[in-house]
Nanobody, 115 residues
Framework: QVQLVESGGGLVQPGEWLRLSCAAS????????MGWYRQAPGKERELVAT???????NYADSVKDRFTILRDGATNTVDLQMNALKPEDTAIYYC?????????WGPGTQVTVSS
């Protein structure tokens, strides 16, 4: 089963940016869908952005026009570029991969947006 490891989280001020990266232990094109979810304290895990094997992307309404999901087959990484961050973006961000036979998650990376 693939291993996913996130990096790039941290503490930023409102309006700043962060870039999260998810490194996969195998070819990312083995997966039907890869993406990012997040979970804020006291809330359910929610979809942030996904990209399917054909390159079609999907975003939560709350992040459209601010976040961009990108992938690199040469390095087997799926990144999340997050611009114009808001305090409500504060959460643990999880990388996600869905193959024909299983779903797997990374351990998560904390993003905190606060002045």
């Amino acid at each position: 089963q693939v291993q996913l490891v996130e990096s790039g989280g941290g503490l930023v001020q409102p309006g700043e940016w962060l870039r999260l990266s998810c490194a996969a232990s195998e070819n990312i094109f083995n997966f039907n869908v890869m993406g990012w979810y997040r979970q804020a304290p006291g809330k359910e895990r929610e979809l942030v952005a996904t990209i399917n094997v054909g390159g079609i992307t999907n975003y939560a309404d709350s992040v459209k026009d601010r976040f961009t999901i990108l992938r690199d087959g040469a390095t087997n990484t799926v990144d999340l570029q997050m611009n114009a961050l808001k305090p409500e973006d504060t959460a643990i961000y999880y990388c996600y991969a869905r193959s024909p036979s299983y779903v797997t998650w990374g351990p998560g990376t904390q993003v905190t947006v606060s002045s």
